[in-house]
């Protein structure tokens, strides 16, 4: 292989893919562009991104693209493009690296190392020549190359401190109150959400919330309704189709980054199913809906779902999403469109660029009463002011901008299927299934699942991604925990309905479960310990999601009661806001879970969030430690 060209027109990442025409000699990451560095002495240059990533597009079509710019990176540098969502354990080290020596991180995630992989700079987006004071990237890669001369005899190899742990002085609460009082401490009251902008949805906090045992403090309970009232009616959301973007620059939550994951859809599913089974809001269950549809829509490929869609459409950030007001005029009627601006804030001047991103009234703004009706319908809602029938008008006026809206060019799909981020929708399909949500919801798991496992579990080894009928050979700990976690789910749904039918499903995750193994060390766990690359401990940031330690604690935990194994030991609860994810685990392992065994299945929604129904011949309860021959009529939901 010839390293002075841009070898990236052989990559199976759509990310690598699009870099392919730059003048750039990017490589891929490989054992034989690391040895190439070493052997011509070239520092290492690690742009880690992608294929989504509006600043990754701005810094590809400016710097990357600039002739003078790839010439000098070609002389001095060996240019290496890594896709994070192929290599996390290479973005992750990168991303602690940053972290560490700026104060934050983000994409692209540009870092300099040398050939023997010791990082020494690293920096996000730069633009190509200097401007609002901010320096041109030549300017900046002559300041990285006289730094590497001047100091390379002291820079020191790849090491990992406590940066990915809890420090050691930190005591987290000891207890689910402590852990929940917390959480409840850091809502924003005025806006929904945690405190602070950008505006992320806090999906790992929200699972566990939606997990703890009834009742609820009415603080949390607040902060719970506001912070999903808020992801749904505002700017989040994407209103037409179903679905939600990644995150909400402003603290408001009204403008996104227009990107839409997998992993968003996933997590969004999963909590507002458990959301609608404990609340009983209609309009948890609409927007639910509207996940399941997104999913569906726009994100399936076969069986299983492609990773993400674009944040710009021709390089144009929401270009695909935005409304002048001119276009909603020739679209609606004068009447449909008086009804429209009752429900959306729409204007001539716009919220974006002088266009509109569709963004509903603040929520609460014509409300006429708090709680919920009996029949479930959200008297505390936008909703509430509207009659049936102008609801239903409503949807079809959505209908009809969604039918234009497809018409225009829509953003790029990165079609990669990532395996943990498939099993964890497949998760949050099952669990829609469960509470009436998607009636086929369990049903699509076990497709999902079947898939995975065939497609993606090979030799025993499971493979992070595949696109195109071509597999990524790389193992980490986030696919075995989040598909052993999915086959926990579905051998409880087979137990409960068909006790005799179990074999194959409890073969399936007794094969996971010794692929987690490979991951274990002095007690703890590591995320990935691939040939090129070191070996990188366990993450325990649970977001976006659960990290590959939470999910493989909680997969070994709930395997352990159905297979009938020996519990796992409790486990110390984590850090409130950081390891969410892994506290959703320890609840398990603290007996925080109502334990069913019964002969029979009962219906998912009689039951609390926090349950797991076990086969036996006989009926037995256990909670907190106690068990009892009865099931106490407390535990039942009432209807």
Avoid at 62 to 88: H, L
Avoid at 564 to 584: F, H, I, K, M, W
Wanted: proline residues 5%.
């Amino acid at each position: 292989m010839s390293f002075s060209q841009n070898n990236l027109d052989q990559a199976i990442s759509p990310y690598l893919y699009q870099h392919r025409d730059n003048p750039v000699w990017w490589q891929e990451w490989s054992n034989e562009a690391l040895e190439y560095a070493r052997e011509t002495d070239r520092i290492l240059f690690v742009s880690v991104g992608y294929a989504t990533c509006h600043w990754c597009h701005v810094m590809a079509a400016e710097a990357f693209s600039d002739p003078d710019v790839a010439a000098y990176i070609n002389k001095w540098f060996m240019p290496i493009k890594v896709d994070r969502e192929q290599r996390p354990d290479i973005d992750q080290v990168m991303m602690q690296f940053l972290v560490a020596t700026t104060g934050q991180g983000g994409w692209p995630l540009n870092a300099f190392l040398s050939p023997s992989l010791e990082p020494f700079f690293a920096m996000t987006y730069a633009p190509t020549h200097a401007r609002a004071g901010m320096p041109g990237f030549v300017e900046i890669l002559q300041k990285v190359r006289s730094f590497y001369d001047q100091n390379r005899a002291s820079l020191r190899p790849l090491s990992f401190q406590d940066t990915l742990q809890r420090a050691a002085d930190e005591t987290a609460p000891a207890d689910l109150t402590g852990l929940s009082d917390e959480i409840a401490a850091r809502f924003d009251h005025t806006h929904g959400g945690l405190a602070g902008d950008p505006k992320f949805p806090p999906h790992s906090s929200l699972l566990f919330l939606m997990y703890q045992p009834e009742p609820l403090s009415e603080p949390l309970r607040s902060g719970i309704e506001h912070t999903f009232d808020a992801m749904l009616e505002r700017g989040l959301h994407d209103h037409l189709q179903g679905g939600f973007y990644r995150y909400c620059v402003d603290r408001n939550w009204t403008i996104p980054h227009f990107e839409k994951m997998l992993y968003d859809q996933a997590m969004m599913l999963w909590n507002l199913s458990l959301a609608y089974h404990r609340f009983g809001r209609r309009r948890y269950r609409e927007a639910a809906v509207g996940v399941v549809r997104c999913l569906e829509d726009s994100f399936r490929s076969g069986t299983l779902f492609v990773s993400a869609h674009d944040a710009d459409t021709d390089h144009e950030e929401g270009e695909t999403y935005l409304w002048s007001y001119g276009e909603l005029e020739e679209a609606l009627s004068a009447s449909e469109l008086e009804l429209f601006e009752r429900r959306y804030a729409v204007s001539k001047a716009g919220n974006f660029e002088g266009r509109n991103h569709l963004v509903r009234h603040e929520p609460g703004s014509a409300d006429t009463g708090g709680g919920d009706d009996a029949d479930g319908s959200d008297a505390g809602s936008d909703a509430s002011s509207f009659r049936e029938s102008e609801l239903r008008k409503l949807a079809e006026i959505e209908e009809r901008l969604l039918k234009r809206r497809r018409g225009r060019e829509q953003p790029a799909v990165d079609r990669k299927r990532v395996t943990s981020w498939n099993a964890l929708a497949a998760i949050a399909l099952l669990h829609a299934g469960r509470y009436g949500i998607a009636d086929d919801g369990v049903s699509r798991a076990s497709e999902i699942f079947a898939a995975l496992m065939s497609e993606h579990y090979q030799a025993d080894i499971l493979a992070h991604s595949s696109i195109g009928g071509r597999l990524q050979r790389q193992e980490f700990l986030e696919d075995y925990g989040a598909l052993a976690l999915l086959a926990s789910f579905l051998l409880e749904e087979r137990q409960a309905e068909a006790p005799g039918r179990t074999a194959e499903q409890t073969q399936d995750l007794e094969a996971l479960l010794g692929g987690m193994q490979r991951f274990k060390r002095n007690g703890g766990w590591i995320d990935a310990e691939n040939e090129d690359f070191v070996a990188v401990p366990a993450d325990t940031f649970d977001h976006p999601t659960p990290t590959g330690r939470a999910l493989a604690l909680w997969a070994e935990t709930r395997a352990a009661l159905l297979l009938s194994r020996t519990p796992v030991l409790p486990q110390a609860y984590g850090s409130a806001l950081y390891e969410d994810g892994y506290n959703c685990a320890v609840m398990v392992t603290h007996g925080e879970f109502h334990q069913l065994e019964t002969p029979e299945h009962l219906p998912w929604d009689r039951l609390p969030n926090n349950t797991i129904q076990l086969a036996s011949d006989q009926l037995r309860y256990c909670y907190r430690g106690a068990c009892r021959s009865e099931v106490p009529q407390f535990v039942f939901k009432k209807l």
